[in-house]
Protein backbone atom coordinates (compact mmCIF):
# COMPACT_ATOMS: atom_id res chain seq x y z
CA UNK A 1 0.00 0.00 0.00
CA UNK A 2 1.62 3.00 -1.27
CA UNK A 3 1.19 6.06 1.08
CA UNK A 4 1.96 9.91 0.99
CA UNK A 5 2.50 11.42 4.75
CA UNK A 6 2.78 15.76 5.13
CA UNK A 7 3.92 16.89 8.43
CA UNK A 8 4.71 21.20 8.84
CA UNK A 9 1.65 22.45 8.80
CA UNK A 10 0.38 25.07 11.65
CA UNK A 11 -0.52 28.51 12.71
CA UNK A 12 1.91 31.34 12.02
CA UNK A 13 1.81 34.88 11.92
CA UNK A 14 2.05 37.06 8.37
CA UNK A 15 5.48 37.23 6.88
CA UNK A 16 6.36 33.73 8.60
CA UNK A 17 7.76 30.75 7.21
CA UNK A 18 6.82 26.98 7.66
CA UNK A 19 8.41 24.25 6.40
CA UNK A 20 6.35 21.34 4.72
CA UNK A 21 7.43 17.70 4.26
CA UNK A 22 5.65 14.90 2.15
CA UNK A 23 7.13 11.19 2.35
CA UNK A 24 6.14 8.39 0.40
CA UNK A 25 5.87 5.01 1.92
CA UNK A 26 4.78 1.64 0.45
CA UNK A 27 6.31 -0.87 -2.20
CA UNK A 28 6.98 1.21 -5.58
CA UNK A 29 9.23 0.96 -8.30
CA UNK A 30 9.45 4.90 -8.84
CA UNK A 31 8.21 8.60 -7.98
CA UNK A 32 7.82 11.02 -11.25
CA UNK A 33 6.47 14.20 -10.89
CA UNK A 34 5.77 15.46 -6.78
CA UNK A 35 3.13 18.18 -6.43
CA UNK A 36 1.70 20.48 -4.11
CA UNK A 37 -2.00 21.72 -3.99
CA UNK A 38 -3.47 23.90 -1.43
CA UNK A 39 -7.32 24.50 -0.93
CA UNK A 40 -8.86 27.19 1.22
CA UNK A 41 -12.44 26.80 2.32
CA UNK A 42 -15.14 27.12 -0.31
CA UNK A 43 -12.66 27.09 -2.82
CA UNK A 44 -11.25 24.78 -5.85
CA UNK A 45 -7.89 22.80 -5.14
CA UNK A 46 -4.75 24.25 -6.58
CA UNK A 47 -1.60 23.48 -7.70
CA UNK A 48 1.04 25.48 -6.00
CA UNK A 49 4.05 23.67 -6.90
CA UNK A 50 5.79 20.50 -8.93
CA UNK A 51 8.95 19.32 -9.44
CA UNK A 52 9.98 16.46 -11.78
CA UNK A 53 12.23 13.64 -10.86
CA UNK A 54 15.06 15.51 -13.09
CA UNK A 55 14.55 18.66 -10.66
CA UNK A 56 12.74 20.60 -12.79
CA UNK A 57 10.09 22.93 -11.49
CA UNK A 58 7.14 24.99 -11.63
CA UNK A 59 4.76 27.52 -9.50
CA UNK A 60 1.41 28.99 -9.35
CA UNK A 61 1.88 32.71 -10.28
CA UNK A 62 1.04 33.86 -6.45
CA UNK A 63 3.86 32.10 -5.09
CA UNK A 64 6.64 32.37 -7.26
CA UNK A 65 9.53 33.80 -5.65
CA UNK A 66 8.38 33.71 -1.97
CA UNK A 67 8.03 29.14 -1.92
CA UNK A 68 10.45 26.85 -3.11
CA UNK A 69 9.72 23.07 -3.94
CA UNK A 70 12.35 20.27 -2.99
CA UNK A 71 13.08 16.99 -3.30
CA UNK A 72 14.72 13.75 -2.10
CA UNK A 73 14.52 10.92 -4.48
CA UNK A 74 16.72 8.95 -2.12
CA UNK A 75 13.98 9.36 0.87
CA UNK A 76 11.32 9.98 -1.57
CA UNK A 77 10.25 13.05 -0.24
CA UNK A 78 9.33 16.11 -1.13
CA UNK A 79 9.46 19.31 0.71
CA UNK A 80 7.90 23.42 0.41
CA UNK A 81 9.43 26.02 2.47
CA UNK A 82 7.12 28.70 2.36
CA UNK A 83 7.90 32.40 3.21
CA UNK A 84 6.60 35.81 3.36
CA UNK A 85 3.26 33.94 4.01
CA UNK A 86 0.19 35.84 3.66
CA UNK A 87 -3.08 35.38 5.09
CA UNK A 88 -4.72 34.42 1.73
CA UNK A 89 -1.90 31.49 1.67
CA UNK A 90 -4.46 29.83 4.73
CA UNK A 91 -5.26 26.46 3.24
CA UNK A 92 -5.09 22.79 3.56
CA UNK A 93 -2.17 21.95 1.75
CA UNK A 94 -1.82 18.35 0.14
CA UNK A 95 1.05 16.00 -1.16
CA UNK A 96 0.49 14.36 -4.70
CA UNK A 97 2.92 12.59 -6.99
CA UNK A 98 3.01 9.95 -9.51
CA UNK A 99 3.83 7.03 -8.31
CA UNK A 100 4.91 3.84 -10.11
CA UNK A 101 2.98 0.56 -8.09
CA UNK A 102 4.28 -2.69 -8.23
CA UNK A 103 2.25 -3.53 -11.26
CA UNK A 104 4.36 -1.35 -13.21
CA UNK A 105 1.28 1.36 -13.38
CA UNK A 106 1.60 4.94 -12.93
CA UNK A 107 -0.92 6.20 -10.59
CA UNK A 108 -1.62 9.51 -8.40
CA UNK A 109 -1.44 9.60 -4.74
CA UNK A 110 -2.78 12.02 -2.40
CA UNK A 111 -1.95 12.66 1.11
CA UNK A 112 -4.12 13.43 3.85
CA UNK A 113 -3.33 17.35 3.93
CA UNK A 114 -1.92 19.75 6.42
CA UNK A 115 -3.39 22.84 7.51
CA UNK A 116 -1.55 25.94 7.25
CA UNK A 117 -3.07 29.05 8.86
CA UNK A 118 -1.51 32.58 8.42
CA UNK A 119 -2.97 35.45 11.41
CA UNK A 120 -2.81 39.25 10.56
Known amino acids: QVQLVESGGGLVQAGGSLRLSCAAS????????MRWYRQAPGKQRDLVAA???????NYADSVKGRFTISRDNAKNTVSLEVNSLKPEDTAVYYC??????????????WGQGTQVTVST
Open 51 to 57: ITSGGTT
Open 96 to 109: NADIRATDWQIRAY
Open 26 to 33: GRFFGIAT
